[in-house]
């Protein structure tokens, strides 16, 4: 169980420069390092031990699906069109007629990408998750002996 204060200094660490952070869920390890996105930007990226792979997020695909990617990853939506398209359909065929001839104009797409702009919202996200336990780093438990 990870407190209030674990959860405050993990906030701030991850919002540094170089921050990274290993967490258990269960036998999985789930890692997050901030890394650089594009020039100028760097995003935090949730990896699942140690690897990143795009095909976990494809539910049809069983084979390689990951159910980690829902509790870990960054949820997006979107319309599944354009706003454009959308006022055009509307205007065409009116608006009760238009959502018989396309049922899924108002439609959203979901998918999940592995990054974080922001600590605060990994965190939020990471908080909500039961099990969770952080690994500290192995340099502060030499410390902690030493003194």
């Known amino acids: 169980m990870i407190t209030k204060e674990q959860w405050a200094e993990i906030e701030k660490d991850l919002a540094g420069y170089f ?24 995003r935090l990226i949730v990896y ?9 997020t494809h539910k049809q695909d069983n084979k ?20 454009k398209f959308r006022a055009s359909m509307t205007k065409i065929y009116g608006k009760k007629r238009v959502l018989q001839e396309c049922p ?15 600590a ?3 965190v939020t996200q990471f908080k909500k998750i039961t099990g969770l336990e952080l690994i500290e780093p192995e340099s502060k438990s030499q410390e902690a002996s030493m003194v």
């Open 64 to 83: 390689n699906y990951n159910p980690l990617v829902e509790k870990f990853w960054c949820k997006k939506s979107r319309a599944k069109w354009r706003a």
């Open 104 to 118: 899924d104009l108002g439609e959203k797409l979901i998918f999940y990408v592995p990054f974080f702009a922001k």
């Open 19 to 42: 921050g990274s952070k290993d967490f258990y869920l269960g036998k999985d390890k789930i890692s997050v390092v901030r890394e650089a996105w594009k020039e100028g930007e760097r």
């Open 48 to 56: 699942f031990n140690g690897s990143l792979r795009p095909a976990w």
């Open 120 to 122: 605060k919202a990994l």
